[in-house]
């Protein structure tokens, strides 16, 4: 049964850090993995998918990558801002539905 | 353009009711999905529909849930015999392709379900 977890739980940083956010994942056998935010009581936006043949995807500020053999992601925020406050959610999608890790809730403090 | 859209957006209810979501995909998306997350966890899978078919029912946790897609669009998620432990927020999603298509999943803003 694949199982998702993220790494930390929470974070906090002072606005302007770059970070990182991980996330592993324990059956490497993946059609691919998405990066979701989520802010409180919305529902999940899509940030980055990453398709299992491909190491990584860049959108804006945000960086993830994807070792499968190794069943790691990590999301890379550059310059970080408040409004990048919210819950961090990876899923991974193989022989069933997209599996979702815990969160990581982060807060960028101004 | 229209993304997915869940209604009611609250639901209170009394155990042992009987409840319904409903879920209006992206038009013209074949897959939908239910999912169920509780405060502080990720989302956990209920049931996928390709089309009107559930493709893949393994995440309902017992009978009393049940969900339809009767002409591949808007879906509703049915509780019977609603119990406290049924309360989160049950969020649904479509996207253009299905299983492990390479689509993403677009979500809803959630139902928020509290059995009292």
């Known amino acids: 049964k694949q199982e998702v977890t993220q790494i930390p739980a929470a974070l906090s940083v002072p606005e302007g850090e770059n970070l990182v956010l991980n996330c592993s994942f324990t059956?490497?056998?993946?059609?691919?993995l998405q990066w979701f935010r989520q802010d409180p009581g919305k529902g999940l936006t899509s940030l980055l998918l990453?398709?299992?043949?491909?190491r990584e995807q860049t959108s804006g500020r945000l960086n993830a990558s994807l070792d499968k053999s190794s069943g790691r992601s990590t999301l890379y925020i550059a310059a970080s801002q408040p409004g990048d406050s919210a819950t961090y959610l990876c899923?991974?999608?193989?022989?069933?539905?997209?599996?979702f890790g815990k969160g990581t809730r982060l807060s960028v403090i101004a | 353009g229209a993304g997915v859209s869940q209604t009611p957006s609250n639901k209170v209810t009394e155990k042992g009711k009987y409840v319904e979501l409903r879920c209006d995909p992206i038009?013209?998306?074949?897959?939908l999905y239910w999912y169920r997350q509780s405060l502080g966890q990720g989302p956990e899978f209920l049931i996928y529909?390709?089309?009107?078919?559930?493709?893949?029912d393994s995440g309902l946790p017992n009978d009393r849930f049940f969900a339809v897609r009767p002409e591949g669009s808007v879906s509703t998620l049915k509780i019977q015999r609603t119990e406290r432990g049924d309360s989160a927020v049950y969020l649904c999603?479509?996207?253009?392709?299905?299983?492990?298509?390479?689509?993403?999943?677009?979500f809803g803003n959630g139902t928020r379900l509290t059995v009292t």
């Open positions: 990453i398709q299992s043949s491909q």
């Open positions: 059956d490497s056998a993946i059609y691919n």
């Open positions: 529909f390709q089309g009107t078919g559930a493709a893949d």
């Open positions: 999603a479509s996207s253009l392709t299905g299983g492990a298509g390479n689509s993403p999943l677009h």
């Open positions: 899923a991974v999608s193989g022989n069933t539905p997209l599996v």
């Open positions: 038009s013209g998306h074949t897959a």
